[in-house]
């Protein structure tokens, strides 16, 4: 039989050259695999197969302090890379956490000078994204937090990242530039606080801008995961608002530290029910897996956890199939989702004889209060066809 999982680029699966290039670095250990340049992450990606993008920030492609020869041989490795393997650039992003400067934030540090250099950076990687074909500009504000709150005034803080993000809406537009923003929110790490912890303060954020329209979110499973709560419901109201511009799959344990762990490894079960949130909504946009491989894994095994990446999210693509057409679950949704149409009719819209007639109404709430809701059946035939029973 043929496999089934196999991704192709129509998928729209992307890596960032900073998840498969993770060197194994963390706040205790010394790397353990190579530091590969980002022409050779291209060409690991082409022997992965079926990727269809990659993304980075700005200093994952040319080094913070290159002088202008090595950022042109770079850009024309990766060019030759990018065509060797018929790869494209999906999202740019910029780094405003490594540099030192940025260490009490970018957009929202108190001196004003990081503040402006930040605009800079930003608009210079913005440039570079633009020349090789970005869609989507990222902007995920790692620094942008306090660790003690007499660092910063929140609303003082609020206010200038509003500034930083109308005055590139505008250099984008300025410039000719098509893209979409997508702000990516976390609660902490590396900051203890970061503002915008959750998805929903973005959203709510996005409404005040003055190019509101071009602005979207960005929601990460992990950084969901970290704030505790249901990432679907997330990406459900992101779906809902029209602004679920990109994402990033990965996965990661409740209470523990940012793990990027490979999609669908910590919460299968809540890969499946994203998974089928977002085929179901058609999500158009591009799907990046912003994971990386254990520390242990050598290039063989990095080779497999970014296929292991797409092949889960195919496989619980299939699963969502089953689910919504088997028959146990259909009849148990029919039982569950009792139709009304003339009641749904008298809410759907305000009117006053609606109002009268809701207000005359007769329920009887013993009778509502029995109505039976077998969600453990529910649950137990998800498991099921999840466990492949
Ligand atoms: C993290 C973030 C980053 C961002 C990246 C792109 O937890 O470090 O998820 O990986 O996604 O900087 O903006
Ligand atoms: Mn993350
Ligand atoms: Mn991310």
């Known amino acids: 039989m ?40 291209v060409d690991l990606l082409g022997e992965v197969g079926g990727v269809c993008a990659v993304n980075f920030h700005d200093n994952d492609l040319i080094p913070i302090d290159a002088t202008e020869a090595e950022a ?65 500009y990222v902007f995920w504000g790692g620094r942008e937090g306090i660790e003690t ?3 910063k005034d929140p609303v003082e803080a609020e206010g200038r990242f509003r500034q930083a993000i109308d005055f590139l809406c505008a250099y984008s537009i300025d410039r000719g530039y098509d893209y979409k923003f997508a702000l990516e929110a976390k609660p902490n790490e590396p900051r203890a606080h970061i503002f915008f912890p959750t998805t929903g303060h973005y959203l709510a954020f996005i409404s005040t801008l003055k190019h509101g329209e071009m602005v979207g979110v960005n929601p990460e499973v992990a950084h969901e995961h970290m704030a505790g709560l249901n990432f679907s419901h997330a990406v459900a109201q992101a779906l809902g608002a029209g602004k679920l511009f990109h994402i990033d799959l990965n996965d990661q344990e409740f209470g523990r530290f940012d793990q990027d762990f490979r999609f669908g490894s910590a919460n299968p079960k809540a890969a499946f029910f994203l998974v089928k949130l977002l085929e179901d909504a058609k ?17 063989a095994d990095v080779i497999e956890f970014a296929r292991g990446c797409m092949r889960t999210y195919l496989i619980l693509k299939e699963k969502a199939r089953k689910w919504s057409e088997d028959a ?39 009778a509502l209060a029995e109505r039976p809701l ?11 066809i999840l466990m492949g029973v």
Do not use: C
Request: proline share 5%; charged share 25%; glycine share 6%.
């Open 72 to 136: 042109s041989q770079i850009k024309s490795d990766f060019t030759k890379a990018l065509k060797r393997t018929k790869l494209r650039v999906a999202m740019a992003t910029t780094n405003l956490f490594s540099d030192p400067a940025f260490r009490d934030g970018a957009f929202t540090s108190n001196d004003a000078e990081v503040r402006a250099y930040a605009l800079q950076k930003t608009m210079r990687a913005m440039d570079l994204g633009a020349e090789f074909g970005a869609q989507v």
């Open 328 to 366: 146990t679950i259909k009849a148990l949704l029919k039982q569950i989702n009792r139709a009304g149409k003339d009641l749904d009719a008298l809410s759907a819209k305000y009117s006053r004889a609606h109002a009268e007639t809701l207000l005359a109404m007769r329920f009887d709430r013993n």
């Open 149 to 151: 709150d007499g660092a």
């Open 283 to 299: 999500y158009q946009g591009f799907k990046h897996f912003d994971a990386h491989a254990y520390r242990t894994s050598d290039r």
């Open 374 to 384: 077998p969600y453990e059946r529910l649950d137990q035939r998800t498991m099921e």
């Open 2 to 41: 043929p496999d089934r999982y196999v991704p192709t680029p129509k998928d729209k699966f992307t890596f960032g050259l900073w998840t498969v290039g993770n060197t194994g670095r963390d706040p205790f250990g010394l790397p353990t695999r190579p530091s590969l340049s980002p022409a050779q992450i």
